[in-house]
């Protein structure tokens, strides 16, 4: 059955090791082809073995190695069908078997075989039983490893085979490799540095273990494995951005930068001010800057944004601000032309003579200027271009594109960031703006080709945002949730109430609502024993509109399946204080920024992520006067209330983001590598961790990082490291797949 004499490596077909008959299962349920599939199929947990049947107790899982010692049929008296008892023994204890139904057992279970027993342990008439256990039936007896056996792996099921028979195949696969037929990523100096097993020791570990000590070195190594070979690729791009060659953007006396901060009504943060003096150092070098700033909510990252582009202009350059949504486009231009004044009024009547001008290219403007924004673009005439990722990464042509901003995003993956870059003559020089606080470790990963710069402060005469949890099943409570809106409006003020559901009351879908509707929760999850509609914009608007406290209100909708039109006119309308409560969905979770407005309710709150939370309630606090945030929740689930405590306990967004990261997981965080799952039915491909948690980590993906520099450094192109190029390469190819099928 098997290939004898030829060589055996990852690219071998498994049914010439395997056979034919493992094999095919192998392929049509998990896509798993060659050795090297096989070996990546990883356990996704182990049995232990009870070595024996003595020292039981009641509740106690075991998994036992046992022969069959009799086996007796008998009809039930209550119900129909017959029942199986069977007695099992290790040589020298014994355990009662009970099956209600015999069929499929009866067979199987017969004197003299040899089986692994599985199951919790009960007590019967003064006897030890296991009821219905799991078992498998072990051909040849105790086989050549006997009951001595390590830990047992578990594997994902596999449609038409035993785990047993999988683990047996990869058990043959590995036995018929030798150390260097397996590619080795890791050097081996930093091995023996770290003392980590080679790789084909660390398949062993992980699929034939000895015992779990074992297991633990090699998922050790695997990790270290997985943030080395990452941390490769990102030294590497480092090093070749180092290479890269930009026109230098050197700021100019008595330019536009130079005007507009003289006519700043407010004093920049110290923050402000070192990060500013960072990007013009950076803009006046030739090699293309590469940063990412990530700041907390409210702490103004768009003026520094601003004062790069007009350092961008005023060399001769134009600056390009990318935002997430639409409605986040027109916000900037909105304020960014209003900041301007005149400066933004270039070539026109009235302008300034050292003026530019600022295009603005949405999705939904009239084609008329659209084309004008599109002609002021590719003359140079407007220094600045506001708009969507999509539409100016698609269609528009720069005169000389100096400096590409993206706001708000902390899922900007790599390849996109590629693509921007093609958009000029030169290079142009990047900064990345993030939409939450993130820790450390996804800084060091997703971001780990870009220098980072962090605010932390918040502009002063800010005031501080309280928040509070609402129990949304006390009617007094939630009155009086209604009541305070109504007294910040009396008192001049504006609200936002956010609602994870659209309702079905609105007009067909014209935009897109993607991003913005939470999916309904899984059932099982959360506490309700039904699970409650959640609250949507409309239910929730006309609610308010029968409120009497809110009597005389001006309340308004917006969501992203309103025309674009419509979204702007109502976004407007807000901002010039026009409307008093605006009910919506996440549409306004980042960048919008109101600062009349004081007052947020979330509804059904634990429906949110806590940094998704934070994000939310920095819409309001913005300006002079103190923010309220209020978040109603039915659910009485205590990891939801400890959750929403967090949120109202603390305005640490980077305590937050930490804490989201741990709840949630890594898999939210990296961008085009999420796509996991959709590839191939093994779970992942291999460009996604499987081992590395950018929760706990951090000190493997520093070490890791520090290694990879260093070898980088001495070896840009890896020719000295064949394999860890080769594993990088795949890693790059399946980032792209992923890329490219996401479309
Ligand atoms: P974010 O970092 O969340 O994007 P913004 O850039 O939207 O924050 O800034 C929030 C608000 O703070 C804006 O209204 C902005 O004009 C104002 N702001 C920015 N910098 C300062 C400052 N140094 N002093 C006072 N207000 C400021
Ligand atoms: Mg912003």
């Given at each position: 059955?098997?290939?004898?004499?030829?060589?055996?490596?990852?690219?071998?077909?498994?049914?010439?090791?395997?056979?034919?008959?493992?094999?095919?299962?192998?392929?049509?349920?998990?896509?798993?082809?060659?050795?090297?599939?096989?070996?990546?199929?990883?356990?996704?947990?182990?049995?232990?073995?009870?070595?024996?049947?003595?020292?039981?107790?009641?509740?106690?899982?075991?998994?036992?190695?046992?022969?069959?010692?009799?086996?007796?049929?008998?009809?039930?008296?209550?119900?129909?069908?017959?029942?199986?008892?069977?007695?099992?023994?290790?040589?020298?204890?014994?355990?009662?078997?009970?099956?209600?139904?015999?069929?499929?057992?009866?067979?199987?279970?017969?004197?003299?075989?040899?089986?692994?027993?599985?199951?919790?342990?009960?007590?019967?008439?003064?006897?030890?039983?296991?009821?219905?256990?799991?078992?498998?039936?072990?051909?040849?007896?105790?086989?050549?490893?006997?009951?001595?056996?390590?830990?047992?792996?578990?594997?994902?099921?596999?449609?038409?085979?035993?785990?047993?028979?999988?683990?047996?195949?990869?058990?043959?696969?590995?036995?018929?490799?030798?150390?260097?037929?397996?590619?080795?990523?890791?050097?081996?100096?930093?091995?023996?540095?770290?003392?980590?097993?080679?790789?084909?020791?660390?398949?062993?570990?992980?699929?034939?273990?000895?015992?779990?000590?074992?297991?633990?070195?090699?998922?050790?190594?695997?990790?270290?494995?997985?943030?080395?070979?990452?941390?490769?690729?990102?030294?590497?791009?480092?090093?070749?951005?180092?290479?890269?060659?930009?026109?230098?953007?050197?700021?100019?006396?008595?330019?536009?930068?130079?005007?507009?901060?003289?006519?700043?009504?407010?004093?920049?943060?110290?923050?402000q001010?070192?990060v500013g003096?960072?990007l013009?150092?950076?803009?006046?070098?030739?090699?293309?800057?590469?940063r990412?700033l990530?700041g907390?909510?409210?702490?103004g990252k768009t003026v520094i944004a601003l004062r790069a582009m007009l350092a961008a202009?005023?060399?001769?350059?134009?600056a390009a601000l990318l935002a997430?949504?639409?409605?986040?486009?027109?916000?900037h231009?909105?304020s960014i032309?209003?900041m301007?004044?005149?400066?933004?009024?270039?070539?026109?009547?009235?302008?300034?003579?050292?003026?530019?001008?600022?295009?603005?290219?949405?999705?939904?403007?009239?084609?008329?200027?659209?084309?004008?924004?599109?002609?002021?673009?590719?003359?140079?005439?407007?220094?600045i271009?506001i708009?969507?990722?999509?539409?100016?990464?698609?269609?528009?042509?720069?005169?000389?594109?100096?400096l590409v901003v993206v706001d708000e995003?902390?899922?900007?993956?790599?390849?996109?960031?590629?693509?921007?870059?093609?958009?000029?003559?030169?290079?142009?020089h990047v900064l990345v703006m993030?939409?939450?606080?993130?820790?450390?470790?996804?800084?060091?990963?997703?971001?780990?080709?870009?220098?980072?710069s962090?605010l932390?402060?918040?502009?002063?005469?800010?005031?501080?945002?309280?928040?509070?949890?609402?129990?949304?099943?006390?009617?007094?409570?939630?009155?009086?949730?209604?009541?305070?809106?109504?007294?910040?409006?009396?008192?001049?003020?504006?609200?936002?109430?956010?609602?994870?559901?659209?309702?079905?009351?609105?007009?067909?879908?014209?935009?897109?609502?993607?991003?913005?509707?939470?999916?309904?929760?899984?059932?099982?999850?959360?506490?309700?024993?039904?699970?409650?509609?959640?609250?949507?914009?409309?239910?929730?608007?006309?609610?308010?509109?029968?409120?009497?406290?809110?009597?005389?209100?001006?309340?308004?909708?917006?969501?992203?399946?309103?025309?674009?039109?419509?979204?702007?006119?109502?976004?407007?309308?807000?901002?010039?204080?026009?409307?008093?409560?605006?009910?919506?969905?996440?549409?306004?979770?980042?960048g919008?920024?109101?600062?009349?407005?004081?007052?947020?309710?979330?509804?059904?709150?634990?429906?949110?992520?806590?940094?998704?939370?934070?994000?939310?309630?920095?819409?309001?606090?913005?300006?002079?006067?103190?923010?309220?945030?209020?978040?109603?929740?039915?659910?009485?689930?205590?990891?939801?209330?400890?959750?929403?405590?967090?949120?109202?306990?603390?305005?640490?967004?980077?305590?937050?983001?930490?804490?989201?990261?741990?709840?949630?997981?890594?898999?939210?965080?990296?961008?085009?590598?999420?796509?996991?799952?959709?590839?191939?039915?093994?779970?992942?491909?291999?460009?996604?961790?499987?081992?590395?948690?950018?929760?706990?980590?951090?000190?493997?993906?520093?070490?890791?990082?520090?290694?990879?520099?260093?070898?980088?450094?001495?070896?840009?192109?890896?020719?000295?490291?064949?394999?860890?190029?080769?594993?990088?390469?795949?890693?790059?190819?399946?980032?792209?797949?992923?890329?490219?099928?996401?479309?």
């Amino acid at each position: 059955m098997s290939v004898v004499g030829a060589v055996v490596d990852e690219s071998t077909k498994l049914s010439a090791v395997v056979g034919a008959r493992s094999a095919g299962p192998l392929a049509k349920a998990r896509d798993l082809h060659t050795v090297g599939d096989l070996l990546e199929f990883w356990p996704r947990r182990y049995l232990e073995h009870t070595s024996d049947l003595s020292n039981l107790h009641v509740g106690m899982y075991v998994v036992v190695v046992a022969e069959v010692k009799s086996a007796t049929t008998r009809r039930m008296q209550k119900r129909r069908g017959e029942m199986l008892n069977v007695t099992i023994t290790d040589g020298r204890d014994e355990v009662d078997l009970t099956f209600f139904k015999s069929w499929g057992h009866k067979d199987a279970l017969v004197p003299g075989v040899t089986a692994l027993f599985a199951g919790e342990v009960g007590m019967y008439r003064g006897r030890w039983q296991l009821t219905h256990p799991a078992y498998q039936v072990l051909e040849g007896g105790l086989g050549p490893h006997g009951a001595d056996r390590g830990p047992i792996p578990v594997y994902l099921q596999v449609k038409g085979m035993q785990n047993w028979s999988v683990a047996e195949c990869v058990r043959i696969v590995l036995d018929h490799l030798e150390g260097d037929s397996v590619p080795e990523p890791l050097p081996a100096t930093l091995r023996s540095r770290h003392g980590l097993p080679g790789r084909l020791d660390a398949l062993k570990g992980i699929h034939v273990p000895r015992d779990f000590a074992q297991v633990q070195r090699a998922r050790h190594r695997l990790r270290y494995e997985e943030a080395f070979v990452f941390q490769s690729l990102l030294a590497q791009r480092r090093a070749r951005q180092a290479e890269e060659r930009t026109q230098a953007r050197r700021p100019r006396e008595g330019g536009l930068l130079a005007a507009f901060d003289a006519r700043l009504p407010f004093e920049l943060t110290a923050g402000q001010r070192a990060v500013g003096e960072t990007l013009a150092h950076e803009m006046s070098r030739d090699v293309p800057m590469h940063r990412l700033l990530q700041g907390e909510v409210g702490s103004g990252k768009t003026v520094i944004a601003l004062r790069a582009m007009l350092a961008a202009v005023d060399a001769g350059g134009q600056a390009a601000l990318l935002a997430p949504t639409e409605v986040l486009a027109v916000q900037h231009h909105r304020s960014i032309t209003a900041m301007l004044g005149d400066l933004a009024e270039g070539g026109m009547l009235g302008g300034s003579e050292i003026g530019t001008r600022v295009a603005l290219l949405t999705g939904s403007q009239p084609t008329q200027a659209r084309r004008q924004n599109l002609l002021d673009a590719a003359s140079g005439d407007a220094g600045i271009v506001i708009g969507t990722h999509a539409l100016i990464q698609e269609h528009v042509q720069f005169q000389d594109l100096a400096l590409v901003v993206v706001d708000e995003q902390h899922r900007f993956g790599v390849e996109q960031r590629d693509a921007l870059r093609g958009k000029g003559n030169q290079p142009p020089h990047v900064l990345v703006m993030t939409a939450t606080p993130i820790p450390r470790t996804v800084t060091m990963t997703v971001f780990g080709d870009m220098e980072t710069s962090t605010l932390t402060e918040l502009p002063k005469g800010r005031s501080p945002i309280a928040t509070h949890v609402v129990p949304a099943d006390r009617p007094a409570w939630v009155q009086r949730t209604w009541e305070r809106i109504a007294e910040e409006v009396r008192s001049g003020r504006q609200a936002y109430v956010v609602c994870p559901r659209i309702g079905d009351d609105g007009p067909p879908s014209a935009g897109s609502a993607d991003d913005e509707e939470l999916a309904a929760p899984e059932p099982g999850e959360g506490d309700e024993a039904a699970p409650r509609e959640m609250a949507s914009v409309y239910a929730v608007e006309a609610l308010l509109r029968e409120n009497p406290a809110l009597e005389g209100l001006t309340i308004a909708v917006l969501h992203g399946r309103l025309a674009p039109e419509d979204k702007d006119a109502v976004m407007a309308a807000f901002t010039r204080g026009e409307v008093d409560v605006l009910v919506s969905t996440t549409v306004i979770e980042v960048g919008v920024d109101v600062p009349n407005a004081t007052v947020m309710v979330v509804m059904d709150a634990e429906r949110f992520g806590v940094s998704q939370l934070h994000q939310l309630r920095g819409r309001v606090g913005r300006g002079r006067h103190a923010g309220l945030c209020l978040l109603m929740t039915a659910s009485e689930a205590e990891t939801a209330r400890e959750r929403l405590d967090a949120v109202a306990g603390t305005t640490d967004g980077f305590e937050l983001a930490r804490l989201d990261l741990e709840l949630r997981g890594t898999g939210d965080v990296l961008s085009a590598r999420q796509s996991g799952g959709g590839r191939s039915s093994r779970g992942m491909g291999r460009g996604s961790f499987r081992f590395l948690s950018l929760v706990r980590d951090e000190d493997v993906i520093l070490q890791a990082r520090d290694d990879a520099t260093a070898l980088v450094a001495a070896d840009p192109d890896l020719a000295e490291h064949p394999d860890l190029r080769a594993a990088v390469r795949s890693w790059v190819d399946e980032e792209q797949a992923a890329f490219l099928e996401r479309g």
